[in-house]
């Protein structure tokens, strides 16, 4: 069987974390494993690492994002749009992933199923978070 690339494996990732926020949003119970088991066909540690990851620092993510979102907050983004933003501060804050490639994969995932200010919005918080971090 094909392993997924990680492009593809975030754009899984992308569909898990809008699951669970509208699972969150709408209180409805739901287990984090059973949600990754809906989208995955086979177990992939990357998806896993970075789901739990992001779950386990969402409140650090959500304040850096706040704090470099041009007068706007995460929460009044669309779920895609949240879950996008949150993969990718995760995987430049808290991965080894290089920064450029994360700040990358985003945004052509906010290409695709973002609008283009809300994609610009994106593009322009990485690039924020990046340059603070350098």
Known sequence: MMTKTRSESRKDIMTI???????????????????IDSVLDIDNEFVKDVVYGVMTYKTDIDALANENLKDWTIDRLGNT??????????????????DIVCINEAIELA?????????????????KIYHKKV
């Open 17 to 35: 974390l809008y699951q669970i926020n509208v699972y969150q949003v709408n209180k409805v119970d739901y287990s984090v494993d059973e949600v």
């Open 111 to 127: 290409k695709q199923y973002s609008d283009d200010k809300v994609k610009n919005m994106i593009n322009a918080c990485l690039d």
């Open 81 to 98: 749009d949240q879950a996008i933003l949150r993969m990718a501060i995760y995987e430049i804050v808290y991965t080894d992933t290089p």
